[in-house]
T-cell receptor, first 113, second 114 residues
């Protein structure tokens, strides 16, 4: 079985400063990992995914995440926050069969002007 | 390019009423899913389907039924709604390509049971 923990339920940053959203996972096999973003009253959009090809994964809108097996982490970062980044972010782990996604509790990112 | 479409977008039910949520996808995906989203709990899987005519239980299936009579449609039914089923419901689909394949989500249905 797999699980994922997002370490912060809320993160607040100022526009132009770095963003760090933390995620730890648990999996009995080499995991598939995803970050999704949900803007207010919208569906979920894929930001990036880890497929074991590279430990540093680049996504859309300047986001990237680094897979660290020794720390069982997959933290999401962005060098400079923009007001439009304000949203809820979900770290997700897939099961080995590829038919089920397990979501973390979500991190709400607030960006102050 | 509709993707995954859910109807309705909003609904208010009285306790004990029944309703069906419809999900339609136009991407010819094999897998379809129903999730519910509650504050602080992320999305939890209710039921899923790996192909036309098949369904399976997810993490929180009690009080819900599903059907997948056509490949493009996945229906979620509430036979007797309860206030605990107040939530935002998301449908998703994914192609049959293995465990690194992401899911594509609809816009959600906000359901309130009073």
């Amino acid at each position: 079985a797999q699980s994922v923990t997002q370490l912060d339920s809320h993160v607040s940053v100022s526009e132009g400063t770095p963003v760090l959203l933390r995620c730890n996972y648990s999996s009995s096999y080499s995991p598939s990992l995803f970050w999704y973003v949900q803007h207010p009253n919208k569906g979920l959009q894929l930001l990036l995914k880890y497929t074991s090809a590279a430990t540093l994964v680049k996504g859309i809108n300047g986001f990237e995440a680094e897979f660290k097996k020794s720390e069982t982490s997959f933290h999401l970062t962005k060098p400079s926050a923009h007001m439009s980044d304000a949203a809820e972010y979900f770290c997700v782990v897939g099961n080995n069969a590829g038919n089920m996604l397990t979501f973390g509790g979500g991190t709400r990112l607030m960006v102050k002007p | 390019n509709a993707g995954v479409t859910q109807t309705p977008k909003f609904r208010v039910l009285k306790t004990g009423q029944s309703m069906t949520l419809l999900c339609a996808q136009d991407m010819n995906h094999e897998y379809m899913y129903w999730y519910r989203q509650d504050p602080g709990m992320g999305l939890r899987l209710i039921h899923y389907s790996v192909g036309e005519g098949t369904t399976a239980k997810g993490e929180v299936p009690d009080g819900y039924n599903v059907s997948r009579l056509k490949k493009q449609n996945f229906l979620l039914g509430l036979e007797s709604a309860a206030p605990s089923q107040t939530s935002v419901y998301f449908c998703a689909s994914s192609p049959l390509r293995g465990r690194y394949t992401e899911a594509f989500f609809g816009q959600g249905t906000r359901l309130t049971v009073v």
